[in-house]
């Protein structure tokens, strides 16, 4: 196993002689198959080697003895390493995301802000052929394009993974044969996230189907990254020829669409995320806006994220920044209506809304207290629910004795952006806004000892990175 990863090492050129690599270590099995492997490569390599551990202040004792483990082996090994405590939960409660999230992006700050500290130019994380297949299901069944389907890359920026040449399976035989024990992260087998349902429930299907169902997807996420690479540069050249700024516009040549949709569509895509100077709210629903566009008579117009408005010229689309005075600008509204006990689908924000009425209380069930799961007072809902984007007499109520207040004041309070506001989904019962999706509900929805008719509505989907 060690040659098979020196091997990958070499041919993805993850490590040179003289670099200083900071290796992620959790005490489970795969950072620490990826520590004893560095560790004996590091010779032969001629490259320093360090560990980061991060502490999320999740499991209690449990979580602190991990972290004493990692430091006493590294001790043992006489390898320098960083411990590092933080509070995932009250962050995510601070940012507005999820565990998952939060504990991702907590980690990745704390690696980077290592390596600076210490002088490394690479950071090496234990994900394997099994994560790789977990990433490429995830983001299949949420609906994906190409870039989804790559899965994890073997190197990203100072971020490089020696282990997605091998699977989970032959991690474990090689620590047996080491006779090296790892913790185990009880959580890792808790079914409410959703890559542990992959994990434990879906992939273990495939491989029954196929025992090499995990090393034919990494294959195919391998092809998937060619096919992606070579999308990107085709989409730069298309770029050269049919974009071109003035000022702060871009202009988009009508000729762009006799290219092939998927250049032309990547190109729409890297044009909004320039322009919005990030690609983080642009979805596919606003590329197939600006690719309609173009079907529509000049001088039609749409509104898009982060300010932006395009509009149709006999050239093709103008894409500009939104320059109508504060307070003229109308919101450009996504509506549906929700169903009750069942489901709905939200492409454009990778979002499936599931419902159901409960006629009475569940006896020992606690009302849950989840960012994207809620109850509400069935019964206290006077309309047709809708699913929605806000509006300008839109409103919470915020205490028990009916006090209101407007949706824009409360965006206002909680810091949200203003570039946000615009996407984020609302449970709305005509201006009153029930639940703003991840964030709060109304007052007066919430269940009480008097309630009879509880409706639950489930967020399941939504942004997840590697």
Same mark, same amino acid.
């Given at each position: 196993m060690r040659e098979k990863v020196r091997k990958f090492i070499e041919e993805c050129h993850m490590i040179e002689r003289g670099d200083t690599v900071l290796a992620a270590v959790s005490g489970g099995a795969d950072s620490l198959c990826l520590l004893l492997l560095l560790n004996a490569l590091s010779v032969e390599k001629e490259f320093a080697l360090r560990v980061i551990h991060v502490e999320h202040g999740i499991r209690g004792a449990e979580s602190l003895d991990d972290a004493k483990f990692v430091e006493e082996l590294c001790a043992q090994m006489h390898i320098s390493c960083k411990i590092c405590h933080c509070q995932v939960l009250e962050y995510a409660r601070q940012e507005k995301l999820s565990v998952e999230e939060a504990?991702?992006?907590?980690? @990745?700050?704390?690696?980077?802000?290592?390596?600076?500290?210490?002088?490394?130019?690479?950071?090496?994380?234990?994900?394997?052929?099994?994560?790789?297949?977990? =990433?490429?299901?995830? %983001?299949?069944?949420?609906? &994906?394009?190409?870039?989804?389907?790559?899965?994890?890359?073997?190197? +990203?920026?100072? $971020? $490089? +993974?020696?282990?997605?040449?091998?699977?989970?399976?032959?991690?474990? #035989? @090689?620590?047996?044969?080491?006779?090296?024990?790892?913790?185990?992260?009880?959580? !890792?087998? #808790?079914?409410?996230? /959703?890559? !542990?349902?992959?994990?434990?429930?879906?992939?273990?299907?495939?491989?029954?189907?196929?025992? !090499?169902?995990?090393? %034919?997807?990494?294959? /195919?996420?391998?092809?998937?990254? #060619?096919?992606?690479?070579?999308?990107?540069?085709? &989409?730069?050249?298309?770029?050269?020829?049919?974009?071109?700024r003035s000022g702060e516009d871009i202009c988009i040549a009508r000729t762009l669409l006799e290219e092939p949709p998927a250049v032309a569509r990547a190109v729409l895509h890297d044009v909004l995320a320039k322009a919005a100077k990030s690609s983080k709210d642009i979805a596919r629903v606003h590329v197939q806006q600006l690719w309609d566009l173009f079907a529509r008579q000049s001088g039609k117009e749409i509104e898009l994220p982060y300010g932006l408005r395009a509009r149709r010229t006999y050239e093709g689309v103008l894409l500009e920044l939104d320059k109508a005075?504060?307070?003229?600008? &109308?919101?450009?509204?996504?509506?549906?209506?929700?169903?009750?006990?069942?489901?709905?689908?939200?492409?454009?924000?990778? @979002? =499936?809304?599931? /419902?159901? $009425?409960?006629?009475?209380?569940?006896?020992?069930?606690? $009302?849950?207290?989840?960012? @994207?799961?809620?109850?509400?007072d069935y019964d206290k809902i006077k309309n047709t629910t809708r699913l929605r984007t806000r509006q300008e007499e839109d409103y919470l109520v915020i205490n028990r004795e009916g006090k209101r207040k407007k949706l824009k004041k409360y965006f206002i309070d909680e810091k949200i952006p203003a570039k946000r506001r615009e996407q984020i989904l609302l449970v709305a019962d005509g201006a009153r806004i029930l639940w703003v999706i991840g964030y709060r509900i109304s007052e007066d929805i919430k269940v009480t000892e008097h309630t009879k008719r509880i409706l639950e509505i489930r967020v399941d989907g939504g942004e997840e990175s590697e």
């Open positions: 504990a991702r992006n907590l980690r @990745y700050q704390l690696f980077e802000e290592e390596a600076k500290e210490v002088g490394a130019n690479k950071i090496a994380v234990a994900h394997n052929q099994n994560d790789c297949a977990e =990433t490429m299901l995830f %983001h299949l069944a949420r609906g &994906s394009g190409l870039s989804g389907l790559c899965g994890i890359r073997p190197v +990203r920026g100072q $971020i $490089i +993974r020696p282990l997605l040449c091998v699977n989970r399976g032959e991690i474990e #035989e @090689y620590l047996a044969g080491e006779g090296q024990r790892f913790c185990v992260d009880r959580t !890792n087998g #808790e079914l409410q996230y /959703t890559r !542990n349902k992959i994990r434990h429930q879906i992939l273990p299907l495939l491989t029954q189907i196929n025992t !090499n169902a995990v090393s %034919h997807m990494n294959y /195919t996420a391998t092809f998937v990254a #060619e096919a992606v690479e070579l999308v990107e540069a085709l &989409s730069r050249q298309a770029a050269g020829k049919h974009i071109c005075p504060k307070g003229e600008r &109308s919101l450009q509204q996504v509506s549906w209506d929700l169903p009750i006990n069942g489901s709905l689908r939200i492409s454009s924000y990778r @979002y =499936t809304i599931c /419902t159901r $009425i409960l006629e009475k209380m569940p006896q020992n069930e606690e $009302i849950p207290k989840k960012m @994207y799961t809620k109850w509400l």
